[in-house]
């Protein structure tokens, strides 16, 4: 339905009333001004997490002295998990990377940028003169700044004539970007922060807010205590620090979300509680290929073929999925998808959906993010202030830099794919070359690219800003493939990681403020940053590492870009992808004081809060009400997705289901965060989160060692029971921040069929005391 | 004269000798005692004991400082006080800021301990009474102020029950929740888990000697 | 034969039960704590001094404590009460070496009496008694010395410093023979213990090697004047210096207890 006027103002008049109170006391520093001890501050988005807060960082005498939240910064008011709290003292750590590092045997041996540039130009020349361009890749990252992105895209898509370009960000929104543009034809959420200040409903599926969007889930839980209608429930296979302060905690067999949100739907279709007006004027109905593989074969390409479907066909076809068989797959009560039926389609509440990795992380997690789309759009409680589904970004910039600027295997900037002759044409035309250099062939995915080296077809990875051989599923394949040489790794980083360790040639990287760069978080906030002081040693940003390497392959031309104005000249360029495209982004200089603006960004230069809706985006005419002008037909894609079963469940040999996640504390693989003494004091050493009766009953006491092991691998760990997680019964738990335990070994390389993203939270484990 | 060294007799020159030696010994052994044991005590106000000693001025006697104790902890949690501990030297006791008691569900120290100084009718993790972990500094502390920590809270082996989090509004910024870490002595054993894992330099939180319950009216 | 038998006999002892001491810092798992309560290889044994502190001053009882007390008292009984000072005590091997020192130098020939450390002993139970205090474990140098080698604990050392230095300059042995209220409790077992000291007068040539060996020649002297078949002093540790040295073969070990001697106005009569 229509944005009401009383909403929109009341979320207008929320923004002026922070604006004007709050500006005065809340005064943004300028970056140019030093305080009386000397230190300038300059703005910056966190180095961290997809909540994206903003942050201040003083320097003095060419280091980073202090950091603080930025009071001026409408995500975080000057607030900071302990991560963003400490965050210049991740670039101090002892063994920073200073210098270019080549394998000789096994040592690596200290070498010049022009010794090492010149070892993998001659690698990836050889590799494409004997094999084709397909031969070599790059794998980024969603903590690329947008420039390194857009350097890796033009020069491996444009120049060297492959798609093989991939971030880590596959391992965790791959599944909401393919839900995104199979639903509305067009990535990204519609909604934004505000909604967590407006709404009165949040459906949390698999979602732990409250350790991994810390300051988010603060803004959320005050939302509740302002307003007594706040209901929070928490959907999950877990006990967490979430459900401690939500609601209600249903707890969900693995993937019984598939189940759950199909019977919360046949209650909506059985007891007619849908907006028919909404569904017939903006919701088109569609059926996708089901039976697809789960990704545990190499070279598996599965095909996505559609076939519409009528309202009526729809409502027939989800005519199975009643309560009670939902009930014997997800082991919630049909009774309590009865009653989430109630919210989703309470008139008097505002409803939102979050996720994040509970469902992007799944076989078919672009099945749930589509049955999540069902509910709101069958009940029209979207593209409203307060009500949205809302797609939680796990990364600094995987919106920003992967999505955007289209990093993937079949992307390219702005939404646009490699398939399409026309997105190539245009991509070729901004970019100022012949369109035929664009290959329209798909290049591998992630998961492909790794086994592609294990088959010896790919010859040269280059690695950036991110620890694949510590975190990708299992592990032990790709470490071997990688230690066993079978191709020819670089790796760019600034510490030594688990990864660092089999590369052939390692390269000292700028991190966060060495290097000018632009963020974009989950709320389509691009945050800009100034350069702050100079990197340690030899290492360079990324974008220099790449266009040395395209020099010296004969590409660099295509990075025509002054000295002086680098940074503005390439998103100018980057820019014209964006405009008219409904992904507006504002022109350089704009970002420089602003602290951040939400695309689109409109002609009066104005973010947009809420998409597809004439209360505020540009795009939609006054009086449309709500227009998925992006989507085939202006119509929003309601798609019958049923359930099919997770790749391994557990069995007697592999009683356990094992799933893996990450805390508050670390970042990840804690490369960062690892060399924070205080944050490694606090959380020293990963353990394993298991139920109290299934520890009792295997003579599991708290803090005994443990051995778990899946058909794939196995690790030991310390027991953790009646911890901060409370796994349910059947279900152990534990984080991949330990370099010292490589506890996705475990995990299965199973993939969702459309997304092709790795499921890391359901595999088969046992557990025994070591 | 004769030396004569008989128990009895002493010779004028080893007198002369011993008036000189004697006092100074006298004087070298006084200082080391001094030295050692009359120092002042330590900063926290108390040692922490392992789980299970009784009151401390009955501690001090029941100890007869084997180290048992501090052999049985798997973690070196234990270790013995020197001469600062005055009448203490040689007793065990944990710096939790260096090793915390990490609450072995079987209790080694206290089955190890032989005098009972460690009270050996003190069988359940839970029933553990070593001190009481309390903030002793709130200003310092970042989740007081608005800040996403709690990592005491989060990493204490009780937790929601020993530490529990009290939510309210960032009056500062009006969006956010200020989440406090509360501890209640009747759950908190003592064990210092939290103090070690403070994440500021002075930990905003630390291990203070037991206080008797609070009860909720006024006794007299 | 000059081959000191007993003598490296019991200083391998000695020196085992430092070992004994150190052990769990090499991982090993046979020994632990020290000598006022100890696990070896899972029998627990006690120091009845420490015993008898814990139980007065702290008011603790533990059944354990009291049996490994007692299977201690009654090792020492059997085996003559002041061998726990002349084999096991680190503090009796550490004085014996600054003893050779002293002779050496010739210093420190002033003694107290022997009967000392029995009113020393009186003194420790007294106060802690009274005060609860622990008195003897506080300043005890076997505790400062055990505490040392298994946690590094130096700075208390210092009293060991000077109670050695005192040996040195003043009064040789002055801690082992008149102030250890250990060794007063122990010297009190001796009385009963079966284990003593046997001299064959008849083949004494009274050369005096034994005396000039025994560390405590109080011990030996009077029962040789007065040809006692057996050494029966409370303060005889057992160190067999004396068995080591005799060039005839007059003394030997013997067991039993056998009466002193028919002369009535002797005051060492047995069984005074």
Same mark, same amino acid.
């Given at each position: 339905?229509?944005?009401?006027?009383?909403?929109?103002?009341?979320?207008?008049?929320?923004?002026?009333?922070?604006?004007?109170?709050?500006?005065?006391?809340?005064?943004?520093?300028?970056?140019?001004?030093?305080?009386?001890?000397?230190?300038?501050?300059?703005?910056?988005?966190?180095?961290?997490?997809?909540?994206?807060?903003?942050?201040?960082?003083?320097?003095?005498?060419?280091?980073?002295?202090?950091?603080?939240?930025?009071?001026?910064?409408?995500?975080?008011?000057?607030?900071?998990?302990?991560?963003?709290?400490?965050?210049?003292?991740?670039?101090?750590?002892?063994?920073?990377?200073?210098?270019?590092?080549?394998?000789?045997?096994?040592?690596?041996?200290?070498?010049?940028?022009?010794?090492?540039?010149?070892?993998?130009?001659?690698?990836?020349?050889?590799?494409?003169?004997?094999?084709?361009?397909?031969?070599?890749?790059?794998?980024?990252?969603?903590?690329?700044?947008?420039?390194?992105?857009?350097?890796?895209?033009?020069?491996?898509?444009?120049?060297?004539?492959?798609?093989?370009?991939?971030?880590?960000?596959?391992?965790?929104?791959?599944?909401?970007?393919?839900?995104?543009?199979?639903?509305?034809?067009?990535?990204?959420?519609?909604?934004?922060?505000?909604?967590?200040?407006?709404?009165?409903?949040?459906?949390?599926?698999?979602?732990?807010?409250?350790?991994?969007?810390?300051?988010?889930?603060?803004?959320?839980?005050?939302?509740?205590?302002?307003?007594?209608?706040?209901?929070?429930?928490?959907?999950?296979?877990?006990?967490?620090?979430?459900?401690?302060?939500?609601?209600?905690?249903?707890?969900?067999?693995?993937?019984?979300?598939?189940?759950?949100?199909?019977?919360?739907?046949?209650?909506?279709?059985?007891?007619?509680?849908?907006?028919?007006?909404?569904?017939?004027?903006?919701?088109?109905?569609?059926?996708?290929?089901?039976?697809?593989?789960?990704?545990?074969?190499?070279?598996?390409?599965?095909?996505?073929?559609?076939?519409?479907?009528?309202?009526?066909?729809?409502?027939?076809?989800?005519?199975?999925?009643?309560?009670?068989?939902?009930?014997?797959?997800?082991?919630?009560?049909?009774?309590?998808?009865?009653?989430?039926?109630?919210?989703?389609?309470?008139?008097?509440?505002?409803?939102?959906?979050?996720?994040?990795?509970?469902?992007?992380?799944?076989?078919?997690?672009?099945?749930?993010?589509?049955?999540?789309?069902?509910?709101?759009?069958?009940?029209?409680?979207?593209?409203?202030?307060?009500?949205?589904?809302?797609?939680?970004?796990?990364?600094?910039?995987?919106?920003?830099?992967?999505?955007?600027?289209?990093?993937?295997?079949?992307?390219?900037?702005?939404?646009?794919?490699?398939?399409?002759?026309?997105?190539?044409?245009?991509?070729?035309?901004?970019?100022?070359?012949?369109?035929?250099?664009?290959?329209?062939?798909?290049?591998?995915?992630?998961?492909?690219?790794?086994?592609?080296?294990?088959?010896?077809?790919?010859?040269?990875?280059?690695?950036?800003?991110?620890?694949?051989?510590?975190?990708?599923?299992?592990?032990?394949?790709?470490?071997?493939?990688?230690?066993?040489?079978?191709?020819?790794?670089?790796?760019?980083?600034?510490?030594?990681?688990?990864?660092?360790?089999?590369?052939?040639?390692?390269?000292?990287?700028?991190?966060?403020?060495?290097?000018?760069?632009?963020?974009?978080?989950?709320?389509?906030?691009?945050?800009?940053?100034?350069?702050?002081?100079?990197?340690?040693?030899?290492?360079?940003?990324?974008?220099?590492?790449?266009?040395?390497?395209?020099?010296?392959?004969?590409?660099?031309?295509?990075?025509?870009?002054?000295?002086?104005?680098?940074?503005?000249?390439?998103?100018?360029?980057?820019?014209?992808?964006?405009?008219?495209?409904?992904?507006?982004?504002?022109?350089?200089?704009?970002?420089?004081?602003?602290?951040?603006?939400?695309?689109?960004?409109?002609?009066?230069?104005?973010?947009?809060?809420?998409?597809?809706?004439?209360?505020?985006?540009?795009?939609?005419?006054?009086?449309?009400?709500?227009?998925?002008?992006?989507?085939?037909?202006?119509?929003?894609?309601?798609?019958?997705?049923?359930?099919?079963?997770?790749?391994?469940?557990?069995?007697?040999?592999?009683?356990?289901?094992?799933?893996?996640?990450?805390?508050?504390?670390?970042?990840?693989?804690?490369?960062?965060?690892?060399?924070?003494?205080?944050?490694?004091?606090?959380?020293?050493?990963?353990?394993?989160?298991?139920?109290?009766?299934?520890?009792?009953?295997?003579?599991?006491?708290?803090?005994?060692?443990?051995?778990?092991?899946?058909?794939?691998?196995?690790?030991?760990?310390?027991?953790?029971?009646?911890?901060?997680?409370?796994?349910?019964?059947?279900?152990?738990?534990?984080?991949?921040?330990?370099?010292?335990?490589?506890?996705?070994?475990?995990?299965?390389?199973?993939?969702?069929?459309?997304?092709?993203?790795?499921?890391?939270?359901?595999?088969?484990?046992?557990?025994?005391?070591? | 004269?004769?030396?004569?060294?008989?128990?009895?007799?002493?010779?004028?020159?080893?007198?002369?000798?011993?008036?000189?030696?004697?006092?100074?010994?006298?004087?070298?052994?006084?200082?080391?005692?001094?030295?050692?044991?009359?120092?002042?005590?330590?900063?926290?106000?108390?040692?922490?004991?392992?789980?299970?000693?009784?009151?401390?001025?009955?501690?001090?006697?029941?100890?007869?400082?084997?180290?048992?104790?501090?052999?049985?902890?798997?973690?070196?949690?234990?270790?013995?006080?020197?001469?600062?501990?005055?009448?203490?030297?040689?007793?065990?006791?944990?710096?939790?800021?260096?090793?915390?008691?990490?609450?072995?569900?079987?209790?080694?120290?206290?089955?190890?301990?032989?005098?009972?100084?460690?009270?050996?009718?003190?069988?359940?993790?839970?029933?553990?009474?070593?001190?009481?972990?309390?903030?002793?500094?709130?200003?310092?502390?970042?989740?007081?102020?608005?800040?996403?920590?709690?990592?005491?809270?989060?990493?204490?082996?009780?937790?929601?029950?020993?530490?529990?989090?009290?939510?309210?509004?960032?009056?500062?910024?009006?969006?956010?929740?200020?989440?406090?870490?509360?501890?209640?002595?009747?759950?908190?054993?003592?064990?210092?888990?939290?103090?070690?894992?403070?994440?500021?330099?002075?930990?905003?939180?630390?291990?203070?000697?037991?206080?008797?319950?609070?009860?909720?009216?006024?006794?007299? | 034969?000059?081959?000191?038998?007993?003598?490296?006999?019991?200083?391998?002892?000695?020196?085992?039960?430092?070992?004994?001491?150190?052990?769990?810092?090499?991982?090993?798992?046979?020994?632990?704590?020290?000598?006022?309560?100890?696990?070896?290889?899972?029998?627990?044994?006690?120091?009845?001094?420490?015993?008898?502190?814990?139980?007065?001053?702290?008011?603790?009882?533990?059944?354990?404590?009291?049996?490994?007390?007692?299977?201690?008292?009654?090792?020492?009984?059997?085996?003559?009460?002041?061998?726990?000072?002349?084999?096991?005590?680190?503090?009796?091997?550490?004085?014996?070496?600054?003893?050779?020192?002293?002779? +050496?130098?010739?210093?420190?020939?002033?003694?107290?009496?022997?009967?000392?450390? +029995?009113?020393?002993?009186?003194?420790?139970?007294?106060?802690?008694?009274?005060?609860?205090?622990?008195?003897?474990?506080?300043?005890?140098?076997?505790?400062?010395?055990?505490?040392?080698?298994?946690?590094?604990?130096?700075?208390?050392?210092?009293?060991?410093?000077?109670?050695?230095?005192?040996?040195?300059?003043?009064?040789?042995?002055?801690?082992?023979?008149?102030?250890?209220?250990?060794?007063?409790?122990?010297?009190?077992?001796?009385?009963?213990?079966?284990?003593?000291?046997?001299?064959?007068?008849?083949?004494?040539?009274?050369?005096?090697?034994?005396?000039?060996?025994?560390?405590?020649?109080?011990?030996?002297?009077?029962?040789?004047?007065?040809?006692?078949?057996?050494?029966?002093?409370?303060?005889?540790?057992?160190?067999?210096?004396?068995?080591?040295?005799?060039?005839?073969?007059?003394?030997?070990?013997?067991?039993?207890?056998?009466?002193?001697?028919?002369?009535?106005?002797?005051?060492?009569?047995?069984?005074?």
């Amino acid at each position: 339905m229509e944005l009401t006027r009383r909403d929109f103002l009341k979320a207008s008049a929320a923004a002026a009333a922070f604006a004007a109170a709050g500006a005065q006391a809340l005064a943004p520093r300028l970056a140019s001004a030093a305080d009386d001890k000397g230190i300038k501050w300059g703005k910056a988005p966190c180095r961290y997490c997809g909540v994206g807060c903003c942050v201040l960082v003083g320097v003095k005498d060419g280091k980073i002295v202090a950091t603080k939240g930025d009071p001026a910064g409408p995500v975080n008011k000057g607030l900071n998990c302990i991560k963003g709290y400490f965050l210049s003292k991740a670039l101090y750590g002892k063994d920073r990377l200073t210098h270019p590092l080549i394998r000789k045997g096994n040592k690596m041996v200290k070498a010049s940028w022009d010794e090492a540039l010149n070892l993998i130009a001659s690698k990836y020349k050889e590799a494409i003169a004997r094999s084709g361009p397909d031969s070599v890749a790059i794998y980024g990252s969603g903590q690329w700044t947008v420039f390194e992105g857009y350097t890796a895209v033009k020069l491996f898509k444009g120049g060297i004539g492959t798609n093989n370009v991939e971030p880590n960000a596959r391992l965790c929104m791959a599944s909401a970007v393919v839900g995104f543009m199979n639903t509305f034809g067009s990535d990204e959420p519609m909604g934004c922060y505000d909604d967590l200040d407006l709404g009165d409903t949040y459906i949390l599926w698999g979602a732990n807010m409250a350790e991994a969007h810390p300051v988010l889930f603060s803004r959320l839980i005050d939302n509740k205590l302002k307003n007594k209608k706040v209901k929070i429930i928490d959907i999950a296979t877990r006990r967490t620090r979430t459900t401690q302060m939500a609601d209600e905690y249903i707890p969900m067999v693995p993937q019984g979300d598939l189940a759950a949100l199909n019977a919360i739907a046949h209650v909506i279709l059985r007891d007619k509680l849908y907006d028919e007006s909404f569904v017939k004027q903006h919701v088109s109905f569609k059926r996708g290929t089901e039976n697809q593989p789960y990704g545990l074969k190499d070279k598996e390409n599965p095909k996505e073929e559609p076939k519409p479907l009528t309202f009526d066909e729809y409502k027939q076809l989800m005519k199975q999925f009643t309560p009670e068989w939902a009930e014997k797959l997800s082991g919630i009560p049909a009774k309590k998808i009865e009653h989430l039926a109630q919210l989703y389609t309470d008139k008097s509440r505002k409803v939102n959906s979050l996720w994040t990795m509970g469902v992007n992380q799944h076989v078919r997690g672009v099945w749930v993010n589509n049955l999540i789309y069902n509910l709101h759009l069958l009940t029209g409680k979207i593209c409203k202030p307060g009500e949205n589904p809302l797609s939680l970004t796990g990364q600094p910039s995987a919106c920003g830099t992967a999505r955007e600027v289209g990093t993937f295997a079949h992307r390219l900037p702005a939404d646009m794919v490699v398939m399409n002759e026309a997105h190539r044409k245009k991509t070729a035309e901004i970019w100022g070359i012949d369109p035929r250099k664009i290959s329209p062939k798909v290049g591998l995915h992630t998961m492909e690219m790794f086994r592609a080296i294990d088959r010896g077809e790919l010859k040269c990875l280059w690695i950036q800003c991110t620890n694949p051989f510590q975190s990708i599923p299992n592990l032990s394949r790709y470490r071997k493939a990688a230690q066993a040489r079978k191709a020819f790794i670089v790796v760019s980083d600034i510490y030594p990681t688990r990864s660092t360790e089999v590369a052939d040639v390692i390269l000292p990287s700028a991190s966060w403020v060495e290097k000018e760069g632009v963020f974009g978080n989950t709320e389509r906030r691009t945050q800009h940053w100034f350069k702050m002081i100079e990197p340690p040693g030899e290492a360079k940003e990324d974008t220099w590492q790449l266009i040395e390497l395209a020099k010296r392959l004969g590409h660099g031309n295509l990075f025509p870009y002054s000295q002086k104005n680098f940074h503005k000249e390439m998103w100018e360029e980057y820019r014209k992808f964006t405009i008219g495209t409904g992904k507006d982004l504002a022109p350089y200089e704009t970002y420089y004081k602003v602290r951040g603006l939400r695309w689109p960004v409109k002609s009066n230069g104005q973010e947009t809060r809420w998409r597809y809706t004439d209360a505020d985006d540009a795009y939609v005419k006054k009086g449309e009400g709500v227009k998925f002008y992006k989507a085939p037909g202006n119509k929003a894609t309601i798609w019958f997705r049923p359930y099919e079963p997770p790749a391994e469940s557990p069995n007697s040999e592999y009683p356990f289901w094992y799933c893996t996640g990450r805390l508050l504390e670390h970042w990840h693989t804690a490369t960062m965060t690892g060399r924070v003494p205080e944050l490694k004091r606090a959380m020293p050493g990963a353990t394993l989160e298991m139920h109290p009766e299934d520890a009792a009953r295997l003579g599991i006491k708290n803090r005994d060692k443990v051995k778990v092991s899946s058909r794939r691998g196995s690790v030991v760990l310390i027991a953790e029971i009646n911890g901060r997680g409370k796994p349910e019964k059947g279900n152990v738990f534990t984080t991949f921040f330990d370099e010292t335990k490589l506890i996705n070994d475990l995990c299965i390389d199973a993939f969702d069929p459309l997304s092709k993203e790795p499921d890391f939270k359901k595999c088969a484990v046992k557990v025994e005391k070591a | 004269m004769d030396s004569d060294t008989t128990n009895t007799g002493i010779s004028r020159r080893l007198f002369l000798k011993g008036s000189i030696l004697t006092p100074l010994t006298l004087a070298l052994g006084g200082a080391a005692i001094s030295a050692v044991y009359l120092r002042p005590t330590q900063a926290r106000g108390f040692y922490l004991r392992p789980p299970g000693a009784i009151e401390e001025p009955r501690f001090l006697a029941a100890c007869v400082k084997c180290g048992k104790c501090a052999q049985a902890c798997p973690y070196q949690s234990i270790v013995m006080a020197g001469g600062e501990a005055g009448v203490g030297i040689g007793t065990p006791h944990i710096i939790p800021r260096e090793t915390p008691c990490y609450l072995c569900p079987d209790l080694p120290c206290v089955k190890a301990c032989p005098s009972g100084a460690l009270d050996k009718q003190l069988t359940e993790v839970e029933k553990v009474r070593m001190g009481t972990a309390v903030i002793i500094d709130r200003e310092g502390c970042l989740s007081i102020r608005g800040l996403r920590c709690e990592v005491c809270y989060r990493q204490c082996p009780l937790i929601d029950k020993a530490i529990t989090i009290e939510n309210r509004h960032n009056t500062r910024t009006g969006e956010h929740t200020i989440m406090e870490p509360v501890i209640h002595k009747d759950k908190c054993v003592g064990c210092g888990i939290c103090e070690k894992v403070c994440v500021r330099e002075k930990p905003v939180i630390a291990v203070q000697q037991r206080v008797t319950e609070q009860k909720d009216f006024y006794e007299f | 034969m000059n081959f000191k038998r007993w003598g490296i006999a019991r200083c391998t002892v000695q020196l085992l039960m430092i070992a004994l001491l150190a052990s769990p810092l090499a991982g090993l798992a046979i020994f632990r704590g020290n000598l006022a309560a100890a696990e070896l290889l899972g029998l627990p044994l006690a120091d009845p001094l420490a015993f008898l502190q814990a139980l007065l001053g702290g008011r603790v009882f533990v059944l354990s404590y009291l049996l490994s007390a007692m299977l201690v008292v009654g090792f020492y009984v059997l085996l003559g009460g002041r061998t726990f000072c002349g084999w096991v005590c680190p503090v009796g091997l550490i004085t014996e070496l600054a003893d050779r020192l002293r002779k +050496r130098l010739g210093t420190g020939t002033q003694t107290l009496p022997l009967t000392l450390n +029995r009113w020393s002993l009186a003194l420790v139970l007294l106060v802690v008694m009274v005060t609860g205090v622990p008195l003897f474990e506080l300043f005890s140098p076997i505790g400062i010395i055990s505490r040392a080698i298994v946690f590094a604990a130096l700075v208390p050392l210092l009293l060991v410093a000077a109670i050695l230095l005192v040996e040195l300059l003043v009064a040789r042995r002055v801690w082992c023979r008149s102030l250890c209220p250990l060794g007063g409790f122990y010297s009190l077992l001796a009385a009963a213990s079966p284990l003593r000291i046997g001299f064959i007068s008849e083949r004494c040539t009274h050369c005096n090697d034994c005396l000039k060996a025994c560390p405590v020649e109080e011990v030996l002297y009077p029962s040789l004047e007065l040809n006692h078949p057996q050494v029966a002093a409370g303060d005889c540790i057992r160190c067999m210096a004396c068995l080591d040295t005799c060039p005839t073969k007059a003394l030997k070990i013997s067991i039993g207890y056998q009466p002193l001697s028919r002369d009535a106005t002797d005051p060492l009569k047995g069984g005074r």
